[in-house]
């Protein structure tokens, strides 16, 4: 299974809808501090 996009509304900090497409070439997620990576990764985990 490939993951194409992530679209989150109203997970934590994510109050309005964000979808991030993610291109083949990403191997990374990369971000000031307080800027959600950590709940992206988190996203992932609790649904998949």
Same mark, same amino acid.
């Given at each position: 299974m490939r993951l194409r996009k992530l679209k989150l509304k109203n997970f934590r900090g994510y109050r309005n809808s964000?979808? !991030? !497409?993610i291109d083949e070439s990403m191997t990374g997620i990369v971000g000031r501090n307080d800027f959600g990576k950590s709940t992206l990764l988190e996203a992932l985990a609790i649904f998949f």
């Open positions: 964000t979808e !991030i !497409i």
